[in-house]
């Protein structure tokens, strides 16, 4: 009986301390939540601000200022930080091992530097800046506790699951955006507490300045058929995985060939954002400058959306991000599904905005290689009546993308897509783990 009691006062012990450790972890993303929803705060306001300048004082004529922003964003990285210049690929080299920390002026220069992008009518968006802004306060937070410096993967993903719910007002999508982003095919639940705590005060903070998420909720009473419509959800969802895949491989291609050039980063910067400001001017007069917000919010509430509209907001955004602007891809990835989905779900008996709002979560899951978000990110801004919807369509772009993501360092556990076995499949993914990630916590 005295063994009995001991071992089950050892379990309510361990239980204790777990309990203690999780209240610990959400406390201090809790924290983070809300000293990152204030950086965004500022962040936010001012490309608001800065848009609001552009589109009242001179609207087409800020895209010749697109070569002189150009260089002075490469000269404030020279000067002031050439490492903050990798941009959310710092999250994930902290994450690998390859660096230890994000310096704290990397918030500064990426606000800035992303308010000058969208003065000038770059087609760039904002949440990659939201997310280092995250991580970056996460990581300055953690370095300076010794218990909290030991659970690094941990606190990335808090402080980029506050920058995604922060920008967007969407904690739920936050919070299995940050779990699942770093490697694909691994979700980090070690993370959940914190980073549910960061992504709720987050959103609520951002929320009481009246930042977040702009729903369209949908007013159509449908019903989930499995005959009816999974054909045609997966041929929407293989379109827009398609899309998203391409979006990746199209950035990356891009970027390594800006990088390689052989021309000075100044003379470069200046000479071909000189035809990106002609682009912007000569399609439709910069209906395609910014991040996009104007073709969402004419795909799902049912204003003018052309044919065209996805292909150009593709091809500039890729430039745009690629020549050195600095913004980020998940919004232009939402404007270019919105506008994609618009067109092309009426060809099989949907509603322009009902399509519209399948490619916004779908086009993002598929570029950023990610899952369980892609619905998620649906339901929270479309509502949650639509999950068979969002689940067979984002499932269908998952599985066709190729395994692509427009985070170059985002490690891939591709053992889902191979025909083994269950215990070999999950052998084959401890080694994998460990072989790429053997400094990561």
């Given at each position: 009986m005295s063994e009995m009691i001991k071992g089950l006062c050892g379990r309510l012990e361990r239980q204790g301390r777990i309990i203690g450790e999780m209240c610990v972890l959400a406390a201090a993303g809790a924290l983070i939540g809300v000293i990152v929803s204030l950086f965004e705060v500022v962040f936010v306001e001012g490309i608001n601000l800065v848009t609001t300048f552009h589109q009242k004082y001179g609207n087409c004529l800020w895209l010749l200022s697109l070569p002189v922003v150009?260089?002075?964003?490469?000269?404030?990285?020279n000067r002031f930080g050439s490492k903050a210049r990798?941009?959310?690929?710092?999250?994930?080299?902290?994450?690998?091992?390859?660096?230890?920390?994000?310096?704290?002026?990397i918030i500064v220069l990426m606000m800035i530097s992303t308010w000058l992008s969208h003065l000038a009518g770059a087609s760039v968006g904002k949440e990659g800046v939201g997310m280092q802004i995250g991580a970056a306060v996460s990581n300055v937070i953690s370095r300076k506790i010794p218990y909290l410096k030991e659970r690094k993967t941990i606190f990335l993903i808090t402080g980029m699951a506050a920058g995604f719910?922060?920008?967007?007002?969407?904690?739920?999508?936050a919070v299995f955006f940050a779990?699942?982003?770093?490697?694909?095919?691994v979700i980090e639940y070690r993370a959940l507490a914190p980073a549910l705590a960061a992504g709720l005060c987050a959103s609520?903070?951002?929320g009481l300045f009246h930042l977040g998420k702009e729903a369209f909720p949908l007013p159509y009473p449908f019903e989930f058929t499995l005959v009816g419509d999974a054909w045609r959800l997966m041929i929407l969802g293989v379109i827009f995985g398609l899309t998203g895949g391409f979006?990746?491989?199209?950035?990356?291609?891009?970027?390594?060939?800006?990088d390689h050039h052989p021309l000075d980063p100044y003379l470069r910067i200046a000479l071909f954002s000189s035809g990106l400001g002609l682009l912007l001017w000569i399609f439709f007069d910069?209906?395609?400058?910014?991040?996009?917000?104007?073709?969402?919010?004419?795909a799902c509430t049912g204003g003018q959306i052309y044919p065209w509209d996805f292909a150009l907001k593709f091809l500039l955004s890729v430039l745009s991000l690629s020549m050195g602007f600095i913004g980020g891809e998940v919004t232009p990835l939402f404007a270019i599904g919105a506008s994609l989905g618009g067109v092309i779900a009426p060809l099989l008996g949907y509603p322009s905005i009902f399509g519209a709002a399948l490619g916004y979560a779908a086009v993002f899951g598929a570029g950023t290689n990610t899952w369980l978000a892609s619905m998620m990110i649906g339901m929270e801004i479309f509502g949650f009546d639509y999950f068979p919807f969002f689940f067979v369509c984002s499932s269908a772009a998952y599985l066709v993308n190729g395994n692509r993501s427009i985070y170059s360092l985002q490690?891939?556990?591709d053992v889902a897509f191979r025909p083994i076995e269950y215990p070999e499949s999950v052998n084959i993914a401890n080694k994998q783990i460990e072989k790429q990630a053997p400094a990561s916590q």
């Open positions: 150009g260089m002075l964003i490469v000269w404030m990285f990798q941009g959310i690929s710092l999250v994930f080299k902290i994450n690998q091992g390859k660096e230890t920390r994000m310096p704290a002026r719910a922060g920008l967007f007002g969407t904690p739920f999508t779990m699942e982003v770093l490697v694909s095919g609520r903070i951002s979006f990746a491989w199209c950035m990356h291609r891009a970027h390594r060939y800006f910069g209906r395609y400058s910014g991040s996009g917000i104007n073709l969402i919010t004419a490690r891939r556990l």
